[in-house]
């Protein structure tokens, strides 16, 4: 890949708090190999798996003390009282974080969610109302749409509200359908959205991991990708090769069409990546 292009890409990783010591020094070991691929920036998820706002602050303070680099907290709403987000936001801004990813946070279904804010377009008109232009703030978007979303339709008007909200630029749940993206970029553009809109990628390394996550997202696993990973039953090696393969010319397709840039969901490894980012020539 010519430099003049990747350099105009938008790269990026995504990390989750670890929860033990183990975990914390693998992680620091995945960051410093992932640092090499140079990417604009690093985020830390919020609340998946139990973690807490604690966890995520010192995770990304690690990450940004480690690297010199961008490390971008995700901040949901969901459970929060106003006074808590408040805080939260003033804490990330006094120590010195300028990029945000914020969300309404996974609801179980059939309850209610609790807290002061409802949707994660009133947490961005939050961050706005207490720190101005202060933080970059990405929000999440979906190509097969939300699952809690009543319409297609709705949920791209709900999009919408989030970048009319002060939204600087978008993250995509997963997907394998390249079309979906297309599609609803082209539908992003219709409405007036003019954000980045950037790809997020899950690599395929593991089949009952990624089979429960789609089904709790609503993320397409496509039959042809699904019964590929049953027929390599143990055969690990074989998986992941496959694996990696399919999500490396996902992400060439997504690449070729003008997409600009890829945010990983790196699960904490970096093996995946570096394969990747080989494959798309993104290494410099
Ligand atoms: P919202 O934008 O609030 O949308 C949620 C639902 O409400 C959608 O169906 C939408 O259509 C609907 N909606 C929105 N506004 C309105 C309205 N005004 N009226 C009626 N309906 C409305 N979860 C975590 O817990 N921690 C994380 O760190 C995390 N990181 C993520 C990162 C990315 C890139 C992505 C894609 C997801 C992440 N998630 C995370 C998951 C996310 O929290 C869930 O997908 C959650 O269910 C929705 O979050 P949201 O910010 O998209 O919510």
């Not at 690690?62 to 690297?67: Q, W």
């Not at 947490?123 to 809690?148: K, N, W």
């Not at 990624?210 to 699904?226: Q, V, Y």
């Amino acid at each position: 890949m010519k430099r003049s292009l990747r350099d105009s890409l938008k790269l990026s990783f995504e990390f989750f708090p670890p929860r033990t010591v183990a975990a914390e020094k693998k992680l620091h070991g995945t960051v410093e190999r992932l640092k090499l691929l140079q990417p604009d920036y690093f985020s830390v998820t919020f609340g998946a798996g139990g973690s807490t706002r604690e966890k995520t602050f010192e995770t990304a303070m690690a990450i940004r003390d480690m690297t010199g680099m961008d490390a971008a907290p995700h901040l949901s709403c969901s459970g929060s009282s106003l006074a808590a987000l408040k805080e939260v936001i003033q804490d990330y801004k006094n120590n010195g974080f300028d990029h945000l990813v914020a969300l309404r946070g996974d609801i179980p279904s059939g309850s209610v969610g609790g807290g002061a804010l409802r949707y994660a377009s009133e947490l961005v008109e939050l961050i706005r109302r207490e720190t101005g232009d202060h933080f970059h703030i990405e929000v999440a978007c979906y190509p097969e749409f939300h699952p809690q979303a009543e319409s297609a339709e709705k949920d791209l008007e709900n999009f919408r509200r989030k970048v009319a909200a002060g939204a600087n630029s978008a993250i995509t749940q997963y997907f394998y359908n390249a079309d979906a993206y297309f599609r609803f970029t082209e539908s992003c553009a219709a409405i007036g959205i003019d954000i980045p809109i950037i790809p997020g990628i899950m690599p395929i390394t593991n089949r009952t991991q990624l089979a429960r996550f789609s089904h709790a997202c609503g993320a397409e696993i496509p039959r042809w990708i699904l019964q590929r990973l049953y027929d390599f039953g143990d055969d690990m090696t074989a998986l992941r090769s496959f694996g990696i393969d399919v999500t490396a010319k996902l992400c060439e397709r997504l690449l070729e069409a003008g997409a600009p840039g890829l945010h990983v969901y790196t699960m904490n490894q970096h093996a995946a990546s570096e394969a990747i980012w080989a494959e798309l020539g993104l290494l410099q």
